[in-house]
């Protein structure tokens, strides 16, 4: 059940949703709001085309809102690697800290504002901040009308013709309502690829065999069912001295004295201040104390590490507490799927993932080993009001790391962007190697190829990347014409699934994928043609340099 309010988006579409009827017509339906939605519908109406998206929860976003998952990035990003929109976003973000929030005249001034200082990223911030960026970047278009947003819908069928899809229907999850949405194009910007299958658009899920990629950390067999930890997130606070120990999770009891069975090895329980190094896979100590202001060299402080709101950052008062977010190993989930399983399974699944962060809360709380040797911090507060008011207090979507993907024209491979796999293929030096250059490159990227303990049993697969470019190719499905990947789900691997799936990369996928489409209107000809052909491609790529969407690294070191 989700907790539902009134967002500038919602009551911008109310009016236009009561006259458009059961059948809607646009130039491009995006199924899926999340990061790589967004940034496509902004793409695809700066361009001029007339927009519907879905989105499955009240809060478009993603990664960066329903998920609750601060943004993940290359060191670089405040000064290149990303698009001009993305960076657009991020100034937002720290413009309405500055506009709306009591920052101290030390925060204030400082130009690269971090509000959580949190050591996972430059710009750990609470989720709403980013919603409300994100709507009052997408809020014209809808004012004005040519973007359409269905929020709390989800796509049921598709109507199929050839390789071509003509239709999709999307039902209401409020109030069960079904409308059919015609478009010459669509984008599958859900976070599990869920048009896929409803279109018959072939796909790839889990891990696939070195017979089939050639990879080095692949498999010898297939393991389709193999995916990577889905994590259900949390904010919480601490008051000392008081109590605000929830109520004991139903499986506390398992989680508490669950030892994961991974290869290789997991060093002793889940819920414990020991886990596996992602690079070494040897035993990692790490430290929990939420007075905590900074991160001590060489310790990791859960407390710290995806801290939201650093109160110091503000003026005395507006915090009782800092606030954190809890995306820790201790609350992966990879004992079952969420996608290519039943409905009743995965609910099962998804229902199980939450217990497992409501019983690490608990295990916090009340029993959690302390430095002065006490037990628990009761002081924890779960703050669900932070990632939207949920009546579980958890964030209103998992995080998804994997998801299905398509069968593309072209497949990222290890070989292209593995720092290792790259030396070995090309016998050159360290500070010689580069990433693969891809000639219809319509974006970039850069981070490690991280893998987070997966369904099949696998622990982390953490190794390096080096910088890398989006092929147009990896966008676009072998058979299906008009339907492109906006997300996670483009044409990567298992393992390179790993440093495409993180915020500016999903971001940029999206964006190029919005262009493509706008491109392809202007010119009369399909994603598949601009592509295979040099000039057009050419076109395409002198357009996205002009709005501000890198295409290629300068020279620079591996990740």
Request: aromatic fraction near 8%.
């Amino acid at each position: 059940m989700q907790c539902t309010r009134r967002t500038v988006l919602a009551q911008l579409a109310a009016p236009l949703l009561a006259a458009a009827g059961r059948e809607i017509r646009c130039d491009v339906a995006i199924i899926g709001g999340g990061t790589g939605g967004c940034a496509a519908a902004l793409a695809a109406l700066r361009n001029g085309l007339k927009v519907i998206m879905t989105e499955e929860t009240d809060w478009v976003g993603g990664q960066l809102t329903s998920q609750a998952v601060p943004p993940d990035e290359h060191p670089w990003i405040e000064s290149f690697g990303c698009t001009r929109a993305y960076r657009a976003y991020r100034n937002a973000v720290r413009e309405y800290y500055r506009t709306h929030y009591p920052l101290t005249a030390e925060a204030r001034a400082r130009w690269h504002l971090n509000p959580g200082d949190g050591s996972v990223s430059r710009l750990t911030h609470e989720p709403k901040v980013s919603l409300a960026v994100l709507e009052a970047m997408l809020a014209p278009y809808a004012s004005g009308g040519r973007l359409l947003v269905l929020l709390r819908h989800v796509p049921v069928a598709a109507d199929v013709e050839r390789d071509r899809v003509r239709a999709v229907r999307v039902r209401s999850l409020e109030d069960g309502r079904e409308r059919t949405l015609h478009a010459p194009y669509f984008l599958d910007a859900t976070e599990q690829g869920d048009l896929l299958p409803l279109t018959k658009t072939e796909y790839v899920t889990g891990f696939e065999s070195r017979r089939q990629t050639g990879e080095p950390h692949a498999p010898e067999q297939a393991q389709p069912s193999n995916i990577q930890a889905c994590t259900v997130c949390f904010a919480m606070d601490y008051i000392p001295g008081e109590d605000h120990t929830i109520d004991r999770p139903e499986e506390y009891d398992f989680w508490r004295d669950y030892v994961p069975q991974l290869r290789p090895p997991w060093p002793g329980k889940l819920l414990s201040w020991s886990m596996t190094h992602p690079v070494t896979l040897k035993p990692r100590p790490v430290t929990f104390d939420p007075l905590a202001e900074k991160q001590a060299p060489g310790v990791l402080n859960l407390w710290i590490y995806r801290r939201i709101a650093h109160k110091r950052n503000f003026e005395p008062g507006t915090y009782a507490s800092d606030i954190t977010l809890v995306n820790w190993p201790q609350n992966d989930y990879w004992l079952g799927n969420l996608h290519e399983v039943s409905p009743e399974e995965a609910a099962r699944n998804l229902k199980r993932a939450k217990q497992l962060s409501l019983s690490l809360l608990y295990w916090l709380q009340t029993e959690a080993p302390r430095p002065d040797g006490g037990q628990g911090w009761r002081g924890l507060r779960l703050r669900g009001d932070i990632v939207g008011g949920t009546p579980d207090g958890l964030a209103k979507y998992p995080y998804i790391r994997e998801s299905r993907r398509i069968l593309a024209e072209f497949t990222v491979l290890e070989q292209h962007v593995g720092t290792d796999a790259r030396a070995q293929l090309t016998g050159k030096k360290p500070e010689e190697l580069t990433a693969e250059f891809f000639p219809d490159s319509v974006g970039v990227g850069s981070y490690r190829i991280d893998l987070h303990p997966s369904t099949g049993g696998d622990n982390y697969i953490d190794i390096s990347s080096l910088p890398f470019q989006i092929p147009l190719g990896a966008l676009i499905p072998r058979r299906v014409e008009n339907l492109l990947a906006a997300a996670k789900n483009l044409g990567v691997t298992h393992i390179t699934n790993g440093c495409y799936r993180l915020h500016p990369v999903e971001w940029n996928v999206g964006e190029a994928a919005g262009m493509t489409v706008a491109q392809a209107l202007a010119t009369g000809h399909p994603p598949r043609k601009i592509r295979n052909d040099k000039k057009l491609l050419e076109e395409l790529q002198a357009k996205l340099l002009n709005q501000g969407i890198e295409i290629a690294w300068p020279r620079l070191t591996p990740r």
